[in-house]
């Protein structure tokens, strides 16, 4: 009788561990939220303090970190590798708008690129290896035009899961001024 009880009070104590444990366990696919990001809901691409060569003069580009920085024409864009299939960089001619987690002035992209094209890498992309972007349209058939100053620019990078369905990971947006 009494090993009767000790099973009950044993399974009893178990089912309470385990409602306790499906309770207290997060869903892979909780969403998270960093409002500093352009795209909130996913993790963070960091843009690091970096340089490159303009002839032969050195550009400073203080990333995530640090003010607007006046860039050469043609800039490089360099950020924290995030290795994932589908990754996009683009500048933009006014700050970067989202609604509904979507790209709202698509039109105001004037340089695009994306890991499909033959050059650049995720993680750092010369202003030629992308193209250049006219009312939201790509042009694929000719090299970019240098961006005109002087004017505020808006850039920002973005990557996506393997189908290519949800963006898993964001920078901040970024300035630069040309001159």
């Known amino acids: 009788m009494e090993s009767k009880r000790f099973h009950i009070l044993r399974h009893t104590a178990l089912i309470i561990m385990l409602a306790f444990l499906l309770?207290?366990?997060e869903d892979?696919?909780?969403?998270?939220q960093?409002?500093?990001?352009i795209f909130k809901h996913a993790s963070a691409i960091d843009v690091p303090v970096y340089t490159y060569l303009s002839g032969p003069d050195e550009i400073i580009v203080h990333g995530d970190s640090g003010p607007v920085d006046t860039l050469t024409p043609m800039p490089v864009l360099r950020w924290d590798s995030v290795n994932v299939p589908y990754i996009v960089a683009a500048i933009f001619s006014q700050p970067i708008e989202i609604e509904g987690g979507v790209i709202s002035n698509t039109s105001d992209i004037v340089w695009i690129w994306h890991s499909g094209l033959e050059t650049g890498k995720d993680g750092y992309v010369e202003f030629t290896e992308g193209k250049q972007m006219i009312n939201g349209d790509i042009q694929n058939l000719t090299a970019p035009a240098s961006l005109t100053g002087p004017a505020n620019y808006y850039w920002?990078?973005?990557g996506w899961n393997y189908p290519g369905t949800r963006i898993l990971f964001s920078s901040r947006p970024l300035a630069f001024y040309i001159k």
Not at 28 to 32: P, Q, R, V
């Open 23 to 25: 309770i207290t366990c």
């Open 28 to 32: 892979d696919n909780t969403l998270i």
């Open 34 to 37: 960093n409002n500093e990001l």
């Open 156 to 158: 920002g990078v973005w």
